[in-house]
Nanobody, 125 residues
């Protein structure tokens, strides 16, 4: 059974930092590209970032570029999202997701086959 379990969310002040983690199991994590997607209250899903299986191909949404860093540790079957300079508009539920394709061409539009349960990030003073 595929499982994706996010952790690391919480309340942070504007300008602060958080690191999200996503523990994967039930599939060969090192074979798949992975993604972070978020959903702010009352809004639709927003793709945040994608990373290929080896970690060498990474893309970000313009809204987070320069502030967020996606990474992965294939030995630990874990995906990360380091978030710096957080803004109130970054507040959302953050989900990690496994792409349906092992190596999608367009991370922002590719389909997903599995999602985690999400972790809440609140940015407020």
């Amino acid at each position: 059974e595929v499982q994706l379990v996010e952790s690391g969310g919480g309340l942070v002040q504007p300008g602060g930092s958080l690191r999200l983690s996503c523990a994967a199991s039930g599939f060969t994590f090192s074979s798949y590209a992975m993604s972070w997607v978020r959903q702010a209250p009352g809004k639709g899903l927003e793709w945040v970032s994608g990373i290929n299986s080896g970690g060498g191909r990474i893309k970000y949404a313009d809204s987070v570029k320069g502030r967020f860093t996606i990474s992965r540790d294939n030995a630990k079957n874990t995906l990360y999202l380091h978030m710096n300079s957080l803004k109130p508009e970054d507040a959302a539920v953050y989900y990690c997701a496994r792409y349906e394709e092992i190596s999608p061409v367009d991370y922002a539009s590719a389909e997903y086959s599995y999602w985690g349960q999400g972790t809440q990030v609140t940015v407020s003073s």
